[in-house]
């Protein structure tokens, strides 16, 4: 088994715990999958997005997320769940009586510029839709 075959498997047994409702174990999973092959694509878009999404740690998750990106600069699934989870975080932070730790419009753009290049790069029409349809979202909370 090669390093990147074990990650694989790591990654697959990350997202059946999540699937049972066991995120910290989920979590911890990926995360070893990641120690295994730091590069993993796959494994920084599914961290990144539980981290943002399930454990609201937000800058942890955006990181590996914007390094998902920057390492597959032509997959149309890692900027939606890129800009989704931008939007996510920036619509969390617009509704904070506090000092959010970055400010919501900038994260509406990231968003709105992550969901334009999953456009751009024609993915299936599912996913094309939903770039669009949340785009179009995006679009009104900046505009």
Sequence with gaps: MTKSDGAQEML???QSLHAEGRID??????????????DYVNALT??????????LAYQEGLDLLERAAALAPDDAGVHY????CYEFVAYRLEKQATLPYR??????????????????LNPEV????????????????IE
């Design 25 to 38: 174990e989920a979590i911890a999973e990926a995360r070893r999958a990641l120690a295994l092959a730091p």
């Design 46 to 55: 599914y961290l990144g997005t539980t981290l943002v999404t399930r454990r």
């Design 103 to 120: 400010d919501p419009v900038e994260l509406y753009q990231l968003a709105a510029a992550q969901l334009r290049r999953c456009i751009d």
């Design 12 to 14: 697959g047994r990350a």
């Design 126 to 141: 599912g996913l094309k839709e939903d770039a669009e349809d949340l785009l179009a979202a995006v679009r009104q909370r």
């Design 81 to 84: 769940s890129l800009g989704w």
